[in-house]
């Protein structure tokens, strides 16, 4: 009798860490493509186990051999829907193991980063910087120049030097890398930006925020404003103090890596 009611309490010890285990796995992955156009496509397939189940119920015999159709080739769908994203979180995963899922930039480039904003702000520079997050920005290299340089201060101001032939367009950061320059991104008309006055770089980064979860960083020509474009939506003409805690919240840092100059 013991015997039989420890084997009980193991299967129901082993069906309720199967049960977490699941749960994990559809945590973890939603914490991982949350706030970006992912998320988007795996709502859309829940939809489609949801209205399968319910034709199965009804009996509606055509529109569940449609759905059936499309649940036998799930994987395949996954696959070419999600191959950059699954490209590059196995990339991470080979690199870093498990902790290097998320996207990870690192303190010496954040401050970069944040420095040559700053120091292009104050001198009136345009620029257009995208930090790529989980969502691959690869389809916005064409007719870019690939760069693959490390990231600094120095290099990102010169970039946007008005007499650089470079400085049109915006660059993508990649971890530890600038992958490219010269990056040319289509300007939409949002609601966001309705009753604005802001040029082609806020309503590029704007079209990169919609699409992807990546994070923009746009300094205004005109004012030398900074602002930051993220899932949607902009903080318009931050100051330095707001800047420099905006980025290091959106990043991950829980204290600022440097400090806004008083």
């Known amino acids: ?9 193991v299967g129901v010890l082993r069906n309720i860490f199967d049960i ?23 709502k859309g397939f829940i939809a489609i186990l949801i209205i399968n189940a319910l034709s199965k119920i009804a009996g509606l015999k055509t529109l569940e051999w449609i759905f059936q159709y499309v649940m036998n080739n799930f994987v395949l769908l996954i696959v070419v829907l999600f191959q950059p994203e699954i490209r590059k979180i196995l990339n991470r995963i080979g690199q870093r193991g498990i902790a290097g899922i998320r996207t990870y930039l690192p303190r010496e480039v954040v401050k970069e980063i944040i420095e040559a904003s700053l120091e292009m702000s104050k001198t009136n520079t345009g620029a257009l910087i ?3 997050q989980n969502v691959g920005l690869k389809n916005l290299l064409e007719n870019s ?10 290099v990102l101001t010169s970039i946007f030097y008005k007499g650089n032939p470079l400085h049109d367009g915006a660059v993508i950061i990649s971890e ?34 919609d699409e992807t979860d990546a ?9 030398g404003s900074l602002s930051i474009a993220c899932n949607g939506k902009f903080e318009f003409d931050l100051t330095e103090e707001n800047f420099i805690r905006r980025i290091n919240e959106l990043l991950g840092f829980s204290k600022n890596i440097i400090q806004a100059k008083k």
């Open 145 to 154: 120049v690939i760069l693959n340089s490390e990231v600094s201060k120095e």
């Open 130 to 132: 995208l930090i790529e």
């Open 215 to 223: 994070i923009a960083i746009i300094i205004s020509e005109e004012k």
């Open 20 to 42: 977490c285990a699941v749960a994990y796995v559809f945590y973890f992955l939603y914490s991982i493509f949350e706030n970006t156009n992912t998320i988007s496509i795996l």
């Open 176 to 209: 530890d890398k600038i992958i490219a320059a010269r990056i040319m991104i289509p300007s939409i008309a949002s609601d966001e930006l309705n009753g604005t006055k802001v040029g082609t770089r806020h309503r590029a980064a704007m079209y990169v925020s």
């Open 1 to 9: 009798m013991e015997k039989i009611f420890n084997l009980e309490l």
